[in-house]
């Protein structure tokens, strides 16, 4: 899909193309290319002499590729930019071109960021003059975007914790808020990736000296929120870390309590085998082998010797 982007009246007025012979005749500072087709690739560099790569969006770039200037000016970066999905939350690999005072991204899939940034450029007038504007918003928007999700991690890890340190947690309860857990500390380790990536980046078009004053102070400002959300995820870790701690040790109770039921019934298993070891050797100077009340007498002895210890064992409370 090819989405074209111009400033009218302040605001960002979005064109979407579905026929390449019926673009609008406009003046784009934004042209974004979701899944772009080789066509749509050839239309950009036959109207506007940019080449776009075939492996912009591949993960596999080194950083030396990622971040680049052309000799011609123009500007290349790969970012990777956060889907909280609740099924799967992923990083979207992001390719950005700046050439000729328009910006290009390139793309596979939607992104709740870009959705984010057109709503606002849309509402308030003026508050986007170019394409570097369009750049360092998108940035900025991702780190908003990252800060909500760091809340819903927390927020779903502060229902994890009511749930774990409530009493008696069985091991069905103890292996879904472990699996609650491990998708909570997935998704806080991509923001944190995802925020790393977005300070490289932050950091490189800085030393391109491509930004004014004020939209370098712009930076400045993201990268200091960035900062602040790299200590949230710090946070958010050792909280993962404790109640991870906290349900293996109540895992390790209830196994606890499983052994000590064992070792109970062991214990008092042993009396009644020792008397029916010692009765049944049969020797001839034993009195109670031809005792006519040996027999009841000996399975008695067993029972009294299996409840006495039973009885001991729920007096100090051993049997909870």
Do not use: C
Request: no cysteine; net charge negative.
């Amino acid at each position: 899909m090819l989405n074209l982007f111009s400033l009218a009246a302040g605001r960002l007025v979005q064109h979407e193309v579905e026929v390449l012979d019926a673009v609008p005749d406009v003046q784009p500072i934004w042209i974004d290319l979701e899944e772009p087709t080789d066509d749509e690739k050839n239309w950009v560099a036959s109207h506007f002499g940019v080449l776009i790569p075939q492996d912009i969006i591949d993960d596999d770039l080194e950083e030396s590729a990622r971040y680049y200037e052309e000799d011609n000016g123009e500007l290349h970066i790969r970012s990777d930019f956060l889907i909280d999905d609740d099924e799967s939350p992923r990083s979207v690999r992001v390719g950005f071109i700046v050439a000729n005072e328009i910006l290009f991204t390139v793309h596979a899939e939607a992104l709740p960021v870009f959705r984010l940034l057109r709503l606002r450029a849309r509402r308030i007038p003026g508050w986007l003059n170019g394409p570097r504007d369009v750049l360092l918003k998108l940035y900025d928007a991702d780190a908003e975007y990252s800060a909500d999700a760091l809340e819903s991690v927390y927020q779903n890890l502060e229902a994890v914790s009511a749930h774990v340190l409530r009493e008696n947690l069985d091991d069905s309860a103890a292996a879904e808020a472990l699996a609650s857990i491990a998708r909570e500390e997935d998704l806080n380790g991509r923001i944190r990736r995802n925020m790393m990536d977005t300070r490289r980046a932050l950091g490189f078009i800085m030393r391109t000296r491509l930004l004014n004053p004020e939209q370098f102070e712009e930076a400045r400002q993201i990268m200091r929120d960035i900062d602040s959300l790299d200590s949230h995820t710090a946070f958010l870790f050792d909280k993962i870390n404790f109640l991870m701690n906290t349900i293996v040790g109540f895992i390790n109770i209830n196994q606890n309590k499983v052994v000590k039921l064992f070792s109970v019934a062991s214990v008092s298993l042993l009396p009644p085998t020792l008397i029916a070891s010692i009765y049944g050797m049969n020797f001839d100077a034993m009195p109670e082998l031809h005792w006519r009340f040996g027999y009841p007498f000996a399975l008695m002895l067993m029972v009294v010797s299996v409840i006495i210890p039973f009885y001991v064992f729920h007096r100090k409370g051993w049997l909870k």
